[in-house]
């Protein structure tokens, strides 16, 4: 079983930054990729960016929706079994409650939810204009 926490959501205005934290816990060897996604209300579930854990590549490659790309950057700390999301120049768009996921997969899938194995509880970003 694995525990995800989500962290340091908050508000912010248009054109400012916030740095996301999911941190994860229990059997941590299962984990091959963790992504992050956000609901707005009214709307699906939809990915935002992911990477593959060191647990079956050496090779992290992140992977952006080109909503975020240029802005967002993911990251991790396997040390502190950390991943991040450093959101920069926040729109009001980006307003959601943001998800950390993880999956059990050797291998990033696709942005479909049920793929994805264990979810975080979310953190709610807004941001004002």
């Known amino acids: 079983q694995v525990q995800l926490v989500e962290s340091w959501g908050g508000s912010v205005q248009a054109g400012g930054s916030l740095r996301l934290s999911c941190a994860a816990s229990g059997d941590i060897s299962r984990v091959g990729c963790l992504g992050w996604f956000r609901e707005a209300p009214g709307k699906d579930r939809e990915g935002v960016a992911r990477i593959p854990t060191d647990v079956f590549t050496s090779v992290a490659v992140p992977y952006y929706v080109d909503s975020v790309k240029g802005r967002f950057t993911i990251s991790q700390d396997s040390a502190k079994n950390t991943v991040y999301l450093q959101m920069n120049d926040l729109q009001p768009e980006d307003t959601a409650m943001y998800y950390c996921?993880?999956?059990?997969?050797?291998?990033?899938?696709?942005?479909?939810?049920?793929?994805?194995?264990?979810w975080g509880q979310g953190t709610q970003v807004t941001v004002s204009s």
């Open positions: 996921a993880a999956t059990a997969l050797h291998f990033c899938p696709a942005f479909r939810p049920p793929i994805w194995d264990t």
